[in-house]
C-alpha cells in the first residue's frame, strides 16, 4: 500500500472528489429499491432492469432523436413510472391479492423472472452491443489542484435535485404521507380509509422512475447494454444493506460512505483491495448492525 500519497493534498482531494461523485451514483442507484422495500416489503430483482431500460430510452431520446439530454433523463423517469406502475397493477397486486400474507417470497422469484425476461428482450431487440456516449457535459476545472469534470458537477446537483424533490413530495404532498402512514402501519392506514393497493403501486412506479431516470442520467458511465442490470442491482443492495433496508436516505449516504471507501482503497492500493474492503463492511454490517448503519423501523405489509 502507498501511504505516502496521502501526504499530498491535492491528491487526497482527487480521491475525496472522485469517491464522492461514485458514491453519489451509488445513492442514486439505491434509493429506488430502498423505496419499494421500505414501504412494500419487496425487494425488486428487477430493479437492474429497469435502469437498463432507461438508459436505453436516454440513447433512444437523447442520441437517436437528438432530443436535449435533459428531456432524455426525464424521458426515462417518465417511460419507467409508466412501464413500473402497469407492472405493478398487472402482476404484483394480483399475486398479493391470491397469496395472501404469503406473498412476498413468490414477489421475489417473479422479479427475478422479470430480471431474466427483460435482459432477454433486450439482448434479442437491441443485440449485444452497447451503446453509450462520451459525455453528457464537456469540460473540467480544476481547484487546487484538484481536477472536476463539469459533468461530475452536473451529476452531483442532480442528485441534490432528485434527493429534495422526493422529500418535498413524501412530506407535503396528500400522496407522500399516505405513502408515508402506509410504511409506518399499513393495517393502520387501511383502517384510515387510504387505498393502500394504489400506494403501492404509486410507489413500485415511483421506485422505477427514480432508477430509470438514474440510467438516463449516468449513460455515460453505465452504456446501454443488455447485462448491465446485474452490475447495478449488486451496487445497489449493497448500499441498501449499508444504509438499512427501506431507508431511502440511508441508502445515499451509505452510496457516498461506499464510493469514498473505493476511491481512496483504490487510490492507496490496488483495484481489487476496494471491493475486498467494501465486501469486509458488508459482512461486519450484517453481524453487528443487520438493520443497516441508518435503520428505520418498518412495519412490512
Request: aromatic share 10%; proline share 3%.
Given at each position: 500500500?502507498?501511504?505516502?500519497?496521502?501526504?499530498?493534498?491535492?491528491?487526497?482531494?482527487?480521491?475525496?472528489?472522485?469517491?464522492?461523485?461514485?458514491?453519489?451514483?451509488?445513492?442514486?442507484?439505491?434509493?429506488?429499491?430502498?423505496?419499494?422495500?421500505?414501504?412494500?416489503?419487496?425487494?425488486?430483482?428487477?430493479?437492474?432492469?429497469?435502469?437498463?431500460?432507461?438508459?436505453?430510452?436516454?440513447?433512444?431520446?437523447?442520441?437517436?432523436?437528438?432530443?436535449?439530454?435533459?428531456?432524455?433523463?426525464?424521458?426515462?423517469?417518465?417511460?419507467?413510472?409508466?412501464?413500473?406502475?402497469?407492472?405493478?397493477?398487472?402482476?404484483?397486486?394480483?399475486?398479493?391479492?391470491?397469496?395472501?400474507?404469503?406473498?412476498?417470497?413468490?414477489?421475489?422469484?417473479?422479479?427475478?423472472?422479470?430480471?431474466?425476461?427483460?435482459?432477454?428482450?433486450?439482448?434479442?431487440?437491441?443485440?449485444?452491443?452497447?451503446?453509450?456516449?462520451?459525455?453528457?457535459?464537456?469540460?473540467?476545472?480544476?481547484?487546487?489542484?484538484?481536477?472536476?469534470?463539469?459533468?461530475?458537477v452536473m451529476i452531483f446537483v442532480a442528485a441534490i435535485l432528485i434527493?429534495?424533490?422526493?422529500?418535498?413530495?413524501?412530506?407535503?404532498?396528500?400522496?407522500?404521507?399516505?405513502?408515508?402512514?402506509?410504511?409506518?402501519?399499513?393495517?393502520?392506514?387501511?383502517?384510515?380509509?387510504?387505498?393502500?393497493?394504489?400506494?403501492?403501486t404509486i410507489t413500485f412506479a415511483l421506485g422505477s422512475a427514480l432508477?430509470?431516470?438514474?440510467?438516463?442520467?449516468?449513460?455515460?458511465?453505465?452504456?446501454?447494454?443488455?447485462?448491465?442490470?446485474?452490475?447495478?442491482?449488486?451496487?445497489?443492495?449493497?448500499?441498501?444493506?449499508?444504509?438499512?433496508?427501506?431507508?431511502?436516505?440511508?441508502?445515499?449516504?451509505?452510496?457516498?460512505?461506499?464510493?469514498?471507501?473505493?476511491?481512496?482503497?483504490?487510490?492507496?492500493?490496488?483495484?481489487?483491495?476496494?471491493?475486498?474492503?467494501?465486501?469486509?463492511?458488508?459482512?461486519?454490517?450484517?453481524?453487528?448492525?443487520?438493520?443497516?448503519?441508518?435503520?428505520?423501523?418498518?412495519?412490512?405489509?
Amino acid at each position: 500500500m502507498n501511504f505516502e500519497l496521502l501526504a499530498y493534498p491535492a491528491i487526497v482531494g482527487q480521491f475525496f472528489v472522485d469517491g464522492l461523485g461514485r458514491g453519489v451514483m451509488y445513492g442514486l442507484m439505491g434509493m429506488g429499491l430502498a423505496l419499494v422495500f421500505g414501504i412494500m416489503g419487496l425487494i425488486n430483482f428487477a430493479h437492474g432492469a429497469f435502469f437498463m431500460i432507461g438508459t436505453y430510452l436516454m440513447y433512444l431520446l437523447a442520441v437517436q432523436l437528438g432530443l436535449p439530454f435533459p428531456v432524455g433523463i426525464i424521458g426515462a423517469a417518465v417511460g419507467l413510472f409508466i412501464f413500473g406502475g402497469l407492472l405493478e397493477r398487472g402482476l404484483i397486486s394480483p399475486l398479493r391479492k391470491f397469496m395472501g400474507a404469503n406473498w412476498l417470497v413468490d414477489g421475489y422469484v417473479m422479479t427475478i423472472g422479470l430480471l431474466i425476461v427483460l435482459e432477454n428482450l433486450a439482448l434479442i431487440i437491441m443485440g449485444p452491443r452497447g451503446q453509450g456516449i462520451s459525455s453528457l457535459v464537456d469540460g473540467r476545472f480544476s481547484v487546487l489542484g484538484v481536477m472536476i469534470t463539469n459533468e461530475r458537477v452536473m451529476i452531483f446537483v442532480a442528485a441534490i435535485l432528485i434527493v429534495v424533490a422526493l422529500a418535498t413530495f413524501l412530506r407535503f404532498t396528500n400522496i407522500g404521507r399516505a405513502i408515508r402512514a402506509t410504511s409506518e402501519y399499513p393495517e393502520a392506514a387501511l383502517a384510515l380509509g387510504i387505498d393502500t393497493r394504489r400506494i403501492y403501486t404509486i410507489t413500485f412506479a415511483l421506485g422505477s422512475a427514480l432508477i430509470g431516470g438514474v440510467g438516463g442520467l449516468l449513460l455515460s458511465t453505465y452504456n446501454a447494454h443488455p447485462s448491465i442490470g446485474s452490475d447495478i442491482l449488486l451496487k445497489s443492495f449493497i448500499v441498501v444493506i449499508v444504509g438499512g433496508l427501506g431507508n431511502v436516505w440511508g441508502a445515499m449516504v451509505a452510496g457516498i460512505l461506499l464510493g469514498l471507501i473505493e476511491a481512496y482503497a483504490q487510490g492507496i492500493a490496488s483495484a481489487g483491495w476496494q471491493n475486498s474492503i467494501v465486501s469486509a463492511l458488508v459482512i461486519l454490517v450484517l453481524i453487528f448492525r443487520p438493520g443497516g448503519l441508518f435503520t428505520k423501523t418498518i412495519t412490512r405489509p
